[in-house]
């Protein structure tokens, strides 16, 4: 089985939590059923950005890496609270970890900022929000990424980073494939009514 950690910071965008979940249990139940997901915080209950509520199933410092074989980080919004969590130390380390074993990172929209602020993303190409002033994109470079800023997804080894909420779907795709193969993954889709 493989496990997806989806690590999740008060503020975050539910819709962007979501199909994390979705797709990774929609292969679960229909399609190969090789993959499991478990939500995980920093703290015992989440508020997203529109005061949707979550209860995480395991706390930050219970997570053994060892147990995952990928990690999703959906984005938020400053004003919700996003960067409290997303730039904490725990939030950090466990993004250090996991591209420290070469394990699948996935994130969308801002998820990307606390991968580069973490260190992971020096040198490497990948993009973050695009819309309005650029001020996102910029701070990404600011954290020594290559931002790729009209590239809607951007792959780069182990590290899927997407430009805004709109590429979601197409980013847990491209998590599953890499954790299954194009076949189930295209199979999955279908399934979906993709």
Not at 39 to 54: D, H, M, Q, S
Request: glycine share 10%; proline share 3%; aromatic share 10%.
């Amino acid at each position: 089985m493989k496990k997806v950690l989806l690590l999740l910071a008060d503020g975050f965008e539910a819709a962007e939590a979501s199909v994390f979940t979705d797709v990774i249990g929609w292969n679960k139940l229909e399609g190969d059923g090789t993959t499991d997901l478990v939500t995980v915080g920093i703290r015992k209950k989440l508020k997203c950005t529109f005061n949707f509520t979550v209860i995480p199933e395991m706390h930050i410092s219970e997570v053994d890496i060892d147990e995952f074989d990928a990690l999703a980080i959906p984005g938020g919004f400053e004003e919700a609270g996003f960067y409290k969590d997303a730039f904490s130390e725990d939030f950090l380390n466990l993004i250090r970890e996991f591209d420290r074993a070469g394990k699948i990172i996935a994130s969308i929209c801002v998820g990307a900022l606390p991968i580069g602020k973490s260190g992971v993303l020096s040198g490497r190409n990948a993009t973050t929000y695009n819309l309005g002033d650029g001020i996102r994109q910029k701070q990404l470079s600011e954290f020594g990424a290559n931002v790729l800023g009209y590239e809607p997804i951007v792959v780069d080894k182990n590290i899927i980073t997407s430009y805004n909420p709109s590429t979601a779907f197409d980013v847990a795709f491209n998590l599953l494939e890499m954790l299954t193969s194009k076949e189930n993954c295209t199979n999955v889709k279908k399934l979906m009514g993709f």
